[in-house]
């Protein structure tokens, strides 16, 4: 069965380092996402992708955050500067989406995640 | 910003009865939704979803009930399986699905031999 894949599985940097997230969304997928969840707190939508650009980001998408496709398999999460509070368990996501009229089957599917540990 | 409410972090069930999980919410622009399963240092894994123009919708042993004008939604799992304790949350979604996800804080369910 396909899957979203994430490498790495845990990373750890030093505050204010540059660090890059990689997904591999299910090959036929259309929209990708990129969730994070706070040790303790619930899942958050940070940014989706569709199309080669953001269609949609949350207030913690700040300009630290940027997300890249640069080739047919790879989507790329980069944090420019890390923060402490940037600590969090990275979740990658990717949809079929067949449009709004058409049928519905826009279920997420979610990669393992990373664990980003800024110390 | 609470949109989506679960309002029981935890829910102990013995082994081979009905799980009910429980959700609410309150953006009307709400209209598709969805549960996953998580275990510890795992993705959430996708189990069943509904859209706001059914109000059930069943697959295998996981049924998913929407009232729309309560807005509430209950996941029951029957019979219920050691396999089944994990974290469960709801999550919702405008657009009919084609926007971001608005996820509960989860419900820890314990299946007990």
């Known amino acids: 069965e396909p899957e979203v894949t994430q490498t790495p599985s845990h990373q750890v940097t030093q505050m204010g380092q540059e660090v890059i997230l990689r997904c591999v969304p299910i090959?036929?997928?259309?929209?990708f996402y990129w969730y994070r969840q706070i040790l303790g707190q619930k899942v958050e939508f940070l940014v989706s992708?569709?199309?080669?650009?953001?269609?949609?980001k949350s207030e913690i998408f700040d300009d630290q955050f940027s997300v890249e496709r640069p080739d047919g398999s790879n989507f790329t999460l980069k944090i420019r500067s890390t923060k402490l509070e940037d600590s969090a368990m990275y979740f990658c996501?990717?949809?079929?989406?067949?449009?709004?009229?058409?049928?519905?089957?826009?279920?997420?599917?979610f990669g393992p995640g990373t664990r980003l540990t800024v110390l | 910003d609470q949109q989506v409410k679960q309002n029981s972090p935890s829910l102990s069930v013995q082994e081979g009865r009905i799980s009910i999980l429980n959700c609410d919410y309150t953006?009307?622009?709400?209209?598709?939704f969805l549960w996953y399963k998580k275990y510890p240092a795992e993705g959430p894994t996708f189990l069943i979803s509904?859209?706001?123009?059914?109000d059930k919708n069943e697959d295998g042993r996981f049924t998913v009930f929407l009232n729309k004008s309560a807005k509430h939604l209950s996941l029951h799992i029957v019979p219920s399986q050691p396999g089944d304790s994990a974290v469960y949350f709801c999550?919702?979604?405008?657009?009919?699905?084609?926007?971001?996800?608005?996820f509960g804080t989860g419900t820890r369910l314990t299946i007990i031999p």
């Open positions: 996501a990717s949809s079929v989406n067949s449009g709004p009229s058409g049928i519905v089957m826009n279920e997420q599917f």
């Open positions: 090959s036929n997928h259309l929209y």
């Open positions: 992708f569709y199309n080669n650009e953001i269609s949609e």
């Open positions: 953006n009307s622009m709400f209209d598709y």
């Open positions: 509904i859209s706001s123009i059914k």
């Open positions: 999550a919702a979604s405008a657009n009919f699905g084609n926007e971001k996800l608005t």
